[in-house]
């Protein structure tokens, strides 16, 4: 970017927005980010879906990029391969990568945004102002508009690159949507998502190092682990069937059938708990085209490309747009518009890619799996 044009505007920081501020920052630009919740380094309470993550090769070449890397993967957990449970509590261990020994990592949502905002908040040059909400974009006016929840005022702003990264259901992304030619299209999946918990007490009774996943077909369960030896378990199940567990026997019953080794870890108390006193999630895919507007506005992460999580790649793919961007910010002769232009261009359909990888995995992990592997070795469970 020229010397001349130097503030850039980022909306929402969470993961990439927090990780975009960060190389912003490293490139000496004037950044400010406006993200609309209160600052979580200050919450006293967990908040958010999936409070764990894999993270892979694509987020790490951008942690990497920002110095960010060893701090990240220091309290993370690596994770080998899938360990399968079978209904009978048979084990199964899939190694990712069993010649050169790569792997995953699971790590806290909470402490990787933690890590990325004091990273951003370290350069003089970034200024995060939290409860402070994208109202609407005038895009043709290269504008936005923004509250500070705080005063309730509301007030307009503009830079030379205005970056959305405001998740799945994006408001940079809405005003898009009124321009001509961009292609728009969102999934609801039929199932959706439950978050259950296995104590640290009885985390060591748990392979450690695995992505665990009971596969069943229509039901899929899978744990990551958390860096205090508890688990993070995730139940994926079609959003009918979760209406049909309204009381404790039904959904004793349930989970006595098609999960039973996990009732002694998750304990019965806590799923039931869970259960009725939590709506579960919906899951979403998005795929848009451009992901630019005119000659400054762009957008990344779940903001242009929110993908089911199945995959693994969500915020993987959301770092990679950082790297891509940052690389192309770096062509030192070529304007803001030129350069988000070829961002468009480089990145839609490689991410439209990883969309349909992740749609096609919801079959793969909790079908084919056993299908493949487990039944072809002959494991003793029926699914
Ligand atoms: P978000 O995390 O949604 O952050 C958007 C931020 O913008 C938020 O902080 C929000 O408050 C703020 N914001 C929103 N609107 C405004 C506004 N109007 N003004 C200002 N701020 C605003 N990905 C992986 O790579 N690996 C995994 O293992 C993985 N597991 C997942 C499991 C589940 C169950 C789910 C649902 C997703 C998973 N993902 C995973 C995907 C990953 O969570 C997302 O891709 C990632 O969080 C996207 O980051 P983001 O910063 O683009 O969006």
Redesign the pocket.
Known sequence: MYQDRRKVIV???????SLCACFMGQKGYHVVL????SDLRKDTYMRG??I?????HR?RVALRSVGLEETVLGSAIPMQGRLLHGKTGALQSMPYDPVFNNCIYSIG?NSLNEVLLNAAENYDNVKVKFD????NADIRRGVIR?QNKTTTEVFEETADLIIG???????LRSAMLMTPMFQFNQTHIEHG?LELYIPASLGDKMTPNHLHIWPRGQFMMIA?PNKDTSWTV?LFMPLDNFTSLRDEDSIMYFFENIFPDAVPLIGKNSLVHTFLSTKP?Q?ISIKCSPHHFGSKFLI????AH??V?FY???????FEDVSVLSELLDKNHLEVKEIIKLYSEMRVQNVQAVCDLAMYNYVEMRDLVMRKSFRARKAVDEV
Do not use: F
Request: without cysteine.
């Open positions: 909306i929402g920081g969470g993961l990439v927005g406006y993200e609309k919740r879906r999936s764990n993550l894999a993270i892979s987020g949502r402070h909400k994208l109202v923004v990264a405001d998740g799945a259901y994006s408001v998502y990551l995730t999630s899951l990344i992460g779940d903001a929110a993908m999580p693994g790649q969500g915020m993987n793919s959301g």
